[in-house]
């Protein structure tokens, strides 16, 4: 049980999870290259002991791996997932209530604890200058924290036990901020800041927000957990932390006493400035756009305060860890909020949110006379109403039948839909909808739409184990590669307007049709690049479903629409880059060339094998 992140860094180090790097390394680039580079391979969470620029250590890649992750949390774990388990089934202390006793008990010991002033991390007053910029891909906006706790309460309710703790990106620098004075906050309006900020504009008062940064890595996780009705991420951090979340008022502000950090201050109503760009979790940039910021009130750092942060970019990376954590912690939630689902999973490859493979039930099949999907769509409309799962765009949803499925094993799920889909009925779109804000592939900044893929039945086809002949005589579309079984990709013109790629489809459909029908192969990738699309199941995954927006970029060979209901004969999904589209993250080539230095025998890094 960890009092601090030095305690924790010190016993990873004990244990052969962290490496101490001694050189000066420069927080422009060279810090978040490092760190990739070590996450990439496997390697120990790194603590930046000389960073240019600052007087403050930093530490990266605590959570890089889940056997590190579940070390650093081996004491609480069993007991904060017997308190989630039961937020989310109540009669398991009816049926068990002995046994509940000792749950209930942890999660009362957990509860917040207030203090007086004077701890630690208010001892001494810095600056925001002072605190490490590190800056993670060439084309950023500025610095960023990217392991914040961002803290507010609820302005009609205020007090600990009604705020909210989440992980929003924080931009330090850049763009038309105030240096010293004004800080960038990126969020969602759906988020609890986004509810408490809304409240607050209503009764035109400034909303008062808390930055903690460092602090027990329980503290972290907490502010990226998605937590059962009821359960504060304060309780929740105490249940995981083994001792309760301490905290004491300043001006007013909430301070976490065990935090390294704490960046206090105001959003005042309806005040913006252009925040980014962002280097994001999707492998692209998300672009400047107004959101709100933050007047600062006073800055603290404990002594010996240590710098947290972590690098998003294409998955996997450490934030990778986190949904495995979560998913580990919280897997019975989702089976408890929708009635007969009996698996979510939000693909990382993708980015999370723009593909969801799902399992359900299927108990009507008893009283039609051809099994068909009907309770899955249920359910998949339910996923698609349901907190974070309602920002996905493609949502591949069956149920398990003679055969025991997993939608982890990403080919053989993909397979089993594939086999079974019925191209002209188990499509359904949901036009003119709100999707992620980070993806670019829609109409607009939160804007695009859903597709729903449902299968269900008796295998209907054998799929293609390579590319079918009729797609290797096309004249305008070329280099056939086979992605998996039934998929396909076709290299096909770069992208203009959405005129000419309508065209450009409507040839390639007409095309196939001329030289005869390919039912082995139920689904088309159009792209730039076939040989880099099929040559792993992760580019698959990536470039398909976080460039196409479903609405606009899903086609079909002998396409129709009969009752509003939109079939074809093979589904075709436009993948190529738009000229919308976000531009995608890319490595300086003299930076990567340039931490070399660190790896070399001798250097601190040099004793890896990578």
């Known amino acids: 049980m960890y009092r601090s992140l030095e305690e924790c860094i010190v016993d990873l180090e004990k244990h052969g999870h962290l490496v101490r790097i001694r050189e000066e390394v420069d927080p422009y680039l060279e810090m978040s290259a490092i760190h990739m580079k ?28 889940m056997e590190r992750s579940k070390f650093i949390f081996r004491n609480t774990w069993k007991s904060v997932q017997n308190v989630v388990a039961l937020r989310n089934d109540p009669m398991q202390a009816l049926r068990n209530p002995l046994r509940q006793v000792k749950t209930g008990l942890s999660a009362w010991k957990a509860l917040p604890v207030k203090q007086s002033g004077g701890q630690p991390v208010t001892l001494q007053e810095i600056n925001i200058s002072e605190l490490p910029h590190i800056q993670h891909w060439p084309m950023d906006g ?11 309460e609820d302005p009609e309710k205020p007090g600990i036990m009604n705020s909210n703790l989440g992980m929003y990106r924080v931009q330090l620098s850049g763009n038309e901020y105030a240096a010293e004075q004004e800080i960038g906050l990126h969020y969602q309006i759906h988020r609890g800041i986004g509810v408490h900020q809304a409240k607050a504009t209503k009764q035109r008062a400034p909303l008062k927000v808390s930055i903690f940064v460092g602090g027990p890595p329980a503290h972290t996780l907490s502010a990226v957990m998605p937590l059962p009705e009821g359960l504060s991420e304060m309780t929740f951090a105490g249940l995981l932390a083994g001792r309760r979340f301490r905290y004491s008022y300043i001006d007013g502000f909430c301070i976490s006493n065990d935090a390294d950090f704490v960046i206090t201050g105001e959003v005042h109503p309806g005040e913006t400035k252009p925040e980014g760009p962002f280097g994001d979790h999707l ?15 006073k800055v603290y750092a ?11 970019g294409r998955p996997p990376q450490e934030d990778t860890s986190f949904g495995e954590l979560i998913h580990e912690l919280t897997g019975g939630a989702i089976k408890s909020e929708i009635p007969g689902v009996k698996e979510v999973h939000a693909v990382d490859a993708a980015g999370v949110h723009p593909l969801l493979f799902a399992i359900g039930s299927e108990r009507y099949t008893p009283y039609q006379k051809v099994k068909q999907p009907t309770e899955i769509l249920t359910i998949a409309n339910r996923i698609l109403g349901t907190n974070q799962l309602s920002l996905a765009k493609y949502v591949f949803i069956t149920a398990e039948e003679d055969q025991p499925l997993d939608t982890h094993q990403e080919v053989d799920f993909l397979t089993y839909i594939l086999e079974r ?8 779109f949901h036009t003119n909808t709100t999707i992620d804000t980070l993806d670019y592939s829609g109409t607009g900044l939160n804007e695009g739409s859903k597709v729903v893929l449902a299968a269900y039945g008796d295998k209907k086809r054998e799929l293609c184990k390579e590319p079918p002949d009729v797609l290797k005589e096309l004249r305008d579309f070329v280099n056939p590669r086979l992605v998996m079984p039934g998929i396909v990709a ?47 199941v992760a580019n698959f995954l990536w470039a398909t479903f976080t460039r196409s927006n479903p609405s606009h970029d899903i086609h079909g060979v002998n396409s129709f629409i009969e009752h509003k209901h939109w079939g074809c004969d093979n589904l075709i999904i436009d993948a190529r880059i738009k000229p919308h589209h976000a531009p995608p993250l890319q490595f300086d080539p003299a930076v990567q060339k340039n931490i070399e230095r660190l790896f070399v025998k001798g250097a601190s890094l040099g004793g890896l094998s990578y």
């Open 421 to 428: 889909i019925d191209l002209h009925r188990d499509i359904h």
């Open 283 to 297: 492998g692209y940039y998300s672009l400047v756009h107004p959101f709100p910021y933050m007047k600062v009130h």
């Open 38 to 65: 070590v996450y990439e391979a496997g390697g120990p969470a790194l603590l930046f002991e000389n960073v240019k620029g600052t007087r403050f250590r930093a530490v990266s890649n605590l959570f890089g791996t």
């Open 490 to 536: 076709l290299e096909g013109a770069q992208f203009t307007t959405n005129e000419q790629a309508q065209q450009e489809l409507r040839s390639l459909s007409d095309a196939i049709v001329a030289k005869g029908t390919i039912p082995s192969c139920p689904m088309i990738i159009l792209c730039d690049d076939s040989r880099f699309l099929s040559a792993t």
């Open 302 to 312: 404990k002594p010996n305060a240590i710098w947290p942060f972590t690098v998003v």
């Open 142 to 152: 500025g610095a960023f924290i990217t392991l914040p706790q961002v803290y507010t």
